[in-house]
């Protein structure tokens, strides 16, 4: 829902309600990182939202207070779930639908890594990587898919990476689910088109989470050089654009991989 403009506003009155009031975005491993930081955002511009994890249930509840102690209209609703097992996730798509009804805003953001130089990489580490980042993706898109094509405006949002376009040592297992989600997310846009729902994929470059924390610091250090603005993304730098992208504001923005990894590719 838009911020309502009063007839004669001239661009310089202030929105009457949160822009984001009267939507529920859920947010796929939102407990920590990047997915906590795009769960505050959406729920700082007025949104419901349904903040989704697998382990950390105190740091999610706790996301989930802030939004809804935080002044405005935000509500934070946390729950658990892991997004490989189908099973969990149905059920969690039944409990959002019994507590808040429909959604109209879906975050694949729940990822993981499992480094290791390709030759030495376990079935395990490939599949595990994949089972998150992409069959993840999957399970929440198939659970929502209707709630988003119903919406008015409805939206996906898919959480990939800079290590998607360009690969990366040691990360063949990420690339590979990284990169499938461009064209997924481009296939749901196409078939979300009739419906005037999107779905849009963000590319962040390296972003300082715990997911980056754990890289060894002289690794870090060769990353960070390799940057044109010479630092890593600040989680708030991804939620940003993708709070623009749950709005009604971004409608005829479709298909897109949108990157935020200060100028790696240029
Ligand atoms: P992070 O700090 O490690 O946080 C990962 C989040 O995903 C946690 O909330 C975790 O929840 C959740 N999660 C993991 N497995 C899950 C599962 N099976 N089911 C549900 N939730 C699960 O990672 P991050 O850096 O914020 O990354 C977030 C997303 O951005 C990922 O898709 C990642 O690939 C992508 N990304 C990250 C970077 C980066 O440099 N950090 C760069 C580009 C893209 P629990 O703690 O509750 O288990």
């Known amino acids: 829902m838009t911020a309502r403009r009063h007839e004669e506003d001239d661009g310089l009155t202030l929105p009457d309600r949160q822009p984001l009031a009267g939507r529920t975005c859920l947010v796929?491993?939102?407990s920590r990182g990047i997915?906590?930081?795009i769960a505050s955002e959406l729920g700082r511009y007025g949104a419901t939202v349904v903040v989704n994890y697998r382990s950390s249930e105190?740091?999610?509840h706790a996301v989930a207070d802030r939004i809804t102690e935080a002044e405005g209209e935000g509500l934070g609703y946390p729950i658990r779930a892991d997004v490989t097992d189908l099973d969990e996730v149905a059920a969690m798509r039944d409990a959002v639908a019994d507590a808040l009804g429909p959604i109209d805003v879906l975050v694949a953001n729940a990822g993981v890594t499992r480094d290791r130089r390709f030759a030495e990489m376990s079935a395990e580490e490939w599949h595990r990587t994949i089972d998150v980042c992409l069959h993840g993706t999957f399970n929440?898109?198939?659970?929502f898919y209707d709630d988003i094509e119903r919406a008015d405006h409805g939206r996906l949002v898919t959480i990939s990476s800079v290590v998607g376009k360009q690969g990366n040592v040691g990360q063949a297992n990420y690339a590979a689910a990284k990169s499938g989600l461009f064209g997924f997310t481009r296939s749901i846009a196409l078939e979300l088109a009739p419906s005037g729902s999107t779905a849009n994929c963000v590319a962040p470059g390296f972003t300082d989470t715990e997911m980056v924390q754990t890289i060894p610091e002289d690794v870090r250090a060769e990353i960070r050089s390799?940057?044109?603005l010479?630092?890593?993304?600040d989680p708030d730098e991804i939620a940003g654009l993708v709070r623009y992208l749950a709005g009604e504001e971004s409608g005829y923005i479709t298909g897109e991989v949108?990157?935020?990894n200060g100028g790696t590719d240029l």
């Open 258 to 260: 949108i990157d935020v």
């Open 28 to 30: 796929t491993g939102a």
């Open 58 to 60: 105190a740091a999610a």
């Open 140 to 143: 929440c898109t198939k659970a």
């Open 226 to 228: 390799n940057v044109p």
């Open 230 to 233: 010479g630092r890593f993304a």
């Open 35 to 37: 997915g906590r930081h």
